[in-house]
């Protein structure tokens, strides 16, 4: 007898499982998304995109889906969501309808800035399937990121993130119907310029090449989603081959948070890459998971964020470009995150002691003045600002900055923004309401939602880059790339410190200028990974290092160095670190010389 309860025991989770009916709608996935945007930033959190309704204040149109249901009945509905801005109850609210009855509850004010499954009542499913509709009520950044039926009441699906991962992957069959892209000589993960960059010049040296980005733009810092302007020098390299790609990519310089988005060169990025017979372009995918053999890299996932198809990708050689590390950082990759100590480093700009500290994470933004005056609404949930203290200005610059040790700029990605957004709002609230004299014709005409890091994860190669290599000239046998920007290092503004003590969103910083100096190869690759390389601002440097090697003119020289290097390394069938020790007169050679790529096609195999 105690058999056969202890056996029914067992059984009892897949007898649920079967008894009930289940429908999980991811709301990036939905058919239309109306007036609702697809945030990504927080997928190494969460492991999910969400809808988020970035209205400026003013309400966004309904996101609407079809939902299929395998038959008819009575379902239980949850909304996961959070209050971002609770106040106690914040600005994010929003309805949910089925077949046009909206939900007895509105979303998105709960007093909770943590995301939970919210219980929306039981619905009647008529027909097999229902028209799903998510309408915002305010305009400010209220989110979703699924909604979930279910025929019982006790199935509430689970919240911890890991679990909620296994919870979509079942429900949506995404192991299933992994799509497989084959082959690719160089894997690159990141589309910033230096992704974009790695990729073109690899791909004009004849290797095959995935380049995977989880927008649906490229450029990364540069794109019309963020508007920084390029920084940097390509015309004083000790080896001129170096920034040719990122001249094709340059569209010239708009300043930072610009309101035009035309001026950031979107098309102009994608159609130097479109051009490229070699490359096969992944946009909107993020990828998350790696699979390897000892300590190489054999294949990688992404899913795409509006779909939520999974795609993997083998490869013989990775690069990543992701600015956090993040590819390195599924592979075991040894990184830094902070600031050394001086007395690890020697350097005389370093912290006396060690810490978490970082550079902030920027979202720019703009107004436009009109013709007519124009309202905006008081913001109670937002920062506070007054006459003693506001920023008076009509748009954003690099100063306003959010992170320095306060918040992970990875892990907190999303509360780095929404700060970032709490201070915009209540600024332009201030200004608007009080400063009419000056701006009540003003209207805002962009505000970022997708953040601009500086700093995160710098990758362990062969070398770290220190303050002494820059400053004082160093010219190792391997450098490659020419840096020429300041060590520009920033920090909380004094008076922002002053007034928002702990939650700084104004920075300032001190140019330490220096004479152009070049980057070693061996901080291009990962130390203990074989097979990857890394461009961009996660390469390997001290953090003070890392203050003049971060600009992106410099990081696409970087992505150029490493395409070629992948060649050198395919061509030699050889590891990114025995390009250095046994083949860096070819590898200098080639980045010395503008040769034909006729003369360096990689012999096939037969």
């Known amino acids: 007898m105690k058999k056969f309860i202890f056996l029914i025991i067992l059984l009892l989770p897949a007898i649920l499982s079967h008894a009930q009916d289940r429908v999980l709608v991811e709301a990036e996935s939905f058919d239309n998304t109306g007036g609702w945007v ?23 149109a309904d996101a609407s889906t079809k939902v299929a249901f395998e038959k008819p009945g009575k379902y239980h509905i949850w909304v996961r969501t959070k209050d971002w801005a609770p106040f106690p109850k914040g600005p994010g609210r929003f309805n949910v309808l089925v077949d046009d009855v909206p939900l007895a509850n ?3 004010s709960s007093g909770s800035d943590e995301w939970a499954w919210y219980y929306g009542g039981q619905v009647e499913v008529k027909n097999q399937s229902v028209n799903l509709k998510v309408q915002d009520l305010t305009g400010f950044n209220g989110r979703f990121d699924a909604i979930y039926f279910s025929t019982s009441k006790e199935d509430t699906p689970p919240n911890q993130h890991d679990k909620l991962l296994d919870f979509r992957k079942e429900l949506l069959g995404l192991e299933r119907n992994t799509i497989n892209e084959g082959q690719f000589d160089l894997v690159v993960v990141g589309g910033g310029i230096a992704g974009t960059a790695a990729a073109i010049s690899a791909s004009r040296m004849g290797l095959k090449v995935a380049l995977i980005q989880n927008r649906p733009v490229l450029g990364g810092n540069n794109s019309s989603e963020i508007r920084v302007h390029l920084m940097g020098r390509v015309d004083q390299n000790h080896y001129p081959k170096l920034g040719r790609i990122v001249r094709e990519l340059d569209n010239g310089d708009p300043g930072n948070g610009n309101w035009d988005g035309d ?22 995918t993020h990828v998350y998971q790696v699979e390897m053999e000892k300590n190489k890299i054999v294949a990688v996932l992404g899913r795409n964020i509006r779909t939520n198809e999974e795609i993997r990708f083998t490869g013989t050689y990775f690069s990543d470009c992701t600015g956090d590390g993040t590819l390195g950082f599924l592979a075991g990759a040894d990184f830094r995150m ?24 920027s979202n720019l933004w703009a107004s436009l003045e009109k013709e007519k005056p124009s309202d905006f609404p008081p913001t109670p949930w937002a920062i506070q ?35 970032n957004l709490r201070a915009i709002f209540g600024n332009w609230s201030y200004l608007k309401n ?8 003003h209207e805002l005409a962009w505000v970022a939602y997708i953040g601009g890091k500086r700093e995160s994860r710098r990758l362990m190669g062969d070398h770290i880059l220190t303050q002494m290599d820059i400053q004082e000239g160093i010219m ?25 003590p702990g939650e700084e969103f104004f920075a300032g910083t001190e140019h330490i200028r220096v004479q152009p100096y070049t980057i070693p190869y061996r901080c291009l690759y990962s130390r203990n990974i074989d097979n990857l390389f890394m461009a961009g601002r996660n390469i390997s440097t001290t953090h003070v290092a890392f203050g003049s090697t971060r600009v992106m003119r410099t990081c696409g020289m970087m992505g150029e160095a490493v395409g070629y290097a992948a060649y050198v390394s395919k061509k030699n069938s050889c590891t990114p670190r025995d390009v250095y020790k046994n083949h860096l007169k070819e590898y200098m050679t080639l980045i010395q010389s503008p040769l034909s790529n006729d003369l360096l096609t990689i012999p096939s195999k037969n």
């Open 38 to 60: 697809v945030d990504q930033q927080s997928f190494d959190v969460i492991y999910s995109s969400y809808l988020m309704a970035h209205g400026m204040g003013k309400q966004v």
């Open 106 to 108: 509105e979303f998105g």
């Open 263 to 284: 001026r950031y060169g979107d098309a102009r990025k994608l159609a130097v890459v479109q051009a490229e017979p070699n490359i096969k372009l992944f946009m909107n």
């Open 338 to 361: 902070g600031r050394e100590s001086q007395a690890e480093t020697g350097e005389s700009l370093a912290s006396e002691t060690s810490d978490d500290f970082t550079l902030g994470t």
């Open 385 to 419: 600002f007054s006459d003693e203290y506001h920023i008076d200005d009509e748009k954003a610059d690099w100063q306003w900055e959010t992170g320095f040790g306060n918040f992970n700029t990875i892990t907190e990605a999303e509360k780095i923004r929404d700060h």
């Open 434 to 441: 009080q400063r009419k004299d000056k701006y009540g014709n």
């Open 476 to 500: 190792y046998p391997d450098g490659s790339v020419t840096a020429t920007w300041t060590i520009d290092l920033h920090f909380p503004d004094a008076k922002n410190s002053l007034y928002f």
